[in-house]
């Protein structure tokens, strides 16, 4: 008996001086809160083990080297206690009489009096010192497994698991505790033992606890690992960025126990939610940033923000998760990835379906604008096929005229129309060259008889765009007709240089354009005062293919409302360099 | 046996060549008279409330807010007797046959109907 009980208790300092290291091992790579307390936890509880083989076997009067042992021993529930505090809440009582009783505890140790030789009867003052050590100890622990069980319940499996054995392990060292002190005094070695035993188990159980092994962990989360697969499997078939969001969002919430989590799209609007009030959206939001590292779970505070190519994952994470769900974090970086490459996906189908409405909704307002030239003409020509002798001549010539602007306005609509046609599938040639653009807006504003003030900025006369001379023209003669049409006197064209690029801004004193419309303005047939436009033969296309030129010569064109009243249309084009030709 | 006539018609179009092909056409038959023209909603309602034409000819894309399909009820509720013809270069004979304030869908393209059509809804095609 005597040699097991040797070969347990050499095992029991294995094995809780390999929960210390592992611990200890924990906290260097992560130092928070929980893996601080738990490394002083078994710390401690090492520090008891290794000196209880140190020191010579209790004498009648404990040494100084024995009571600090013991207060030691003495706060190791206390440390167990404080780490399970760290993340989960206790009421003020509780944490008020872990408190006093400990400081009692430590107290009573500094006056333990001699410990009874075996067989010999308990003094009281030893009773009282072990019967305040007990409720110190029981207390504690069994409030730390109390705490551990219940709140795992609420946990994804593997935390559940690992809380549970931990829970299970403190009830446990609890029971040998209580055995111990409480057996008979005279202690028979096969009881001794078969606390030992007991105790032998507890060390492994928190092992297990506090660092499963993976296949163990894979056995634990088999179910949700299914569930997620299956997921994974459905995102394939969705065909919009939100069905995506909202089928997922659910599976990696649970799989980290979560309180709730939010996909954002790529230009931080939310594409779904699951848990998350909206008030809680902008605190949520605030964490994304670009140029974070893709497919890792990055703490943001109380969140972990998951970066992918189109758009993040924010999951609002609990206490526990940190230190029980570091594995389950990683699993949802890998899903991520899968997420990701499904909302490209279902963004391309979106493309696609927004592609084919604009088409469809093309179409049929070019049909309309095509084929209201061709009923004028059509419905002249017959009208004077069939009644030429009912009209005077008078009549006749206002028919004609009328054919002569129909036709006028349909080879202005058809060549435009093959313009933005060309445009859209980028088979408009450009022939790019060194293009004085101040002298363009001369040219232009002269061929139009406009009176503009031409005004260059933070530039040399004669400064040059590398562009299609042709094209640059267009974009004046586009944005100059447009100024007088529907803007008013003075105007104004203001060359600027910008970032290596020639910025161009056509500026009038007009009404401007209705904020509700400035959104739409470059869309194909987008018209803002048609009566306006029809007055001067507009097709509705002509800011369209601004920006399409622009775009082809590698510049851009957009709209600044002017102050306090008018319209500031601009296009931008890279400078020419000095061996760019004319 | 006195004509029979019908007095009023008002043509909402926006485009002037437009208007002026429909009164020519329209013109063959003297007996119809084309009493008003509006280019927008709000003026073809007040029209259609003064003159209670017995038929609207009326165009989708007008100016304004509101277009063609929208203004059918509001003219027809201004003009509870008049009948109104869609004429209109979109396709929109589903959109007219669901609107009950219009009573005839005419494509553009069918121009060379337009008399015909005009004569029959104004009871004038005997």
Redesign the interface.
């Known amino acids: 008996m005597g040699r097991a009980a040797e070969i347990v208790e050499w095992l029991q300092l294995v094995g809780w001086t390999s929960l210390a290291i592992a611990a200890l091992n924990l906290w260097r790579r992560r130092r928070t809160g929980p893996s601080t307390w738990l490394a002083l936890t078994f710390g401690a509880l090492a520090v008891v083990v290794i000196g209880g083989r140190l020191l010579p076997d209790v004498a009648a009067e404990p040494t100084f080297p024995l009571r600090v042992l013991l207060a030691v021993l003495v706060l190791f529930p206390y440390l167990l206690y404080r780490f399970v505090a760290s993340m989960v809440e206790r009421s003020r009582w509780e944490w008020v009489l872990a408190h006093v009783l400990t400081a009692a505890a430590v107290v009573d140790v500094s006056a333990v009096p001699a410990f009874p030789e075996a067989g010999e009867p308990r003094s009281v003052a030893f009773v009282v010192f072990l019967v305040v050590f007990l409720v110190q100890w029981t207390f504690l622990l069994s409030r730390a497994a109390w705490q551990l069980w219940r709140a795992g319940s609420a946990q994804p499996a593997v935390a559940r698991k690992r809380m549970r054995l931990m829970s299970v392990a403190a009830s446990m060292l609890a029971l040998t505790l209580v055995l111990s002190a409480t057996g008979p005094s005279s202690g028979t070695s096969s009881a001794d033992l078969a606390v030992d035993i007991i105790g032998l188990l507890v060390a492994p159980l928190f092992f297990i606890a506090f660092h499963p092994p993976r296949t163990l962990r894979l056995v634990w989360r088999q179910r949700e690992e299914a569930d997620l697969r299956a997921t994974e499997i459905g995102l394939v078939r969705a065909v919009s960025r939100t069905e995506v969001a909202a089928a997922w969002l659910p599976r990696v919430s649970d799989l980290v126990g979560g309180r709730g989590a939010i996909v954002f799209d790529m230009d931080r609007s939310v594409l779904a939610l699951h848990n998350i009030s909206p008030a809680e959206v902008a605190h949520m939001s605030a964490g994304l940033e670009d140029g974070m590292p893709r497919y890792t779970a990055v703490e943001v505070g109380s969140h972990r923000v998951v970066a992918m190519h189109n758009g993040w994952l924010v999951v609002g994470i609990g206490p526990l998760t940190p230190f029980f769900g570091d594995d389950e974090l990683r699993t949802v970086g890998a899903s991520s990835v899968v997420a990701d490459l499904a909302l490209g996906r279902a963004r391309l189908f979106e493309l696609e379906r927004q592609a084919r409405a604009a088409m469809g909704d093309f179409v049929?307002i070019a049909?309309?604008?095509l084929?209201?030239p061709?009923?004028?003409i059509?419905?002249?020509t017959?009208?004077m096929r069939s009644?030429w002798d009912?009209?005077d001549d008078a009549?006749k010539q206002?028919?004609l005229d009328?054919i002569a602007?129909?036709v006028h306005h349909l080879d202005r609509l058809i060549g435009d129309l093959l313009t933005v046609t060309k445009l859209d599938v980028s088979e408009i040639d450009v022939f790019p060259r060194a293009v004085d653009v101040e002298r363009t807006a001369r040219e232009v504003a002269a061929e139009l008889e406009i009176d503009a003030d031409i005004r260059t900025e933070a530039l040399t006369s004669g400064v040059r765009v590398f562009a299609d001379p042709d094209h640059v023209a267009r974009m004046l003669r586009n944005y100059l007709s447009n100024a007088v049409t529907y803007g008013g006197p003075p105007i104004v064209v203001d060359i600027s240089g910008r970032n290596g690029s020639v910025v161009v801004c056509v500026r009038d004193t007009g009404p401007g354009v209705p904020e509700e419309f400035r959104s739409r303005l470059f869309e194909k047939f987008a018209r803002a005062d048609?009566?306006k436009s029809?007055s001067v033969g507009g097709t509705g296309l002509g800011l369209s293919i601004v920006r399409g030129l622009a775009e082809r010569n590698r510049g851009d064109a957009w709209y600044e409302p002017e102050r306090p009243t008018g319209s500031r249309f601009c296009f931008r084009l890279p400078v020419a360099s000095s061996t760019d030709e004319a | 046996m006195p004509e029979r006539t019908a007095r009023v018609l008002v043509i909402v179009e926006?485009?002037e060549?437009?208007r002026?092909?429909?009164r020519?056409?329209l013109a063959?038959d003297r007996r119809i008279e084309i009493c008003g023209e509006a280019?927008n909603a709000a003026d073809a309602i007040e029209a259609a409330g003064r003159l209670d034409p017995g038929l609207v000819i009326l165009d989708h894309?007008i100016?304004g807010d509101i277009m063609g399909l929208e203004a059918a009820p509001l003219i027809k509720a201004a003009a509870p007797g008049a009948k109104i013809l869609l004429f209109?270069?979109?396709?929109m004979r589903k959109e007219a046959e669901a609107e009950p304030a219009i009573d005839e869908f005419l494509s553009?393209?069918d121009?060379?109907r337009?008399l015909p059509v005009v004569q029959r809804l104004v009871g004038l095609n005997d």
């Open positions: 049929a049909s309309h604008d084929r209201t061709v009923t004028v059509s419905g002249f017959e009208l009644q009912a009209h009549e206002d028919f009328a602007r129909q048609k009566k029809r | 926006d485009e060549d437009m002026m092909m429909i020519a056409i063959v280019a894309s100016e209109s270069a979109f396709d553009k393209s121009v060379r337009l």
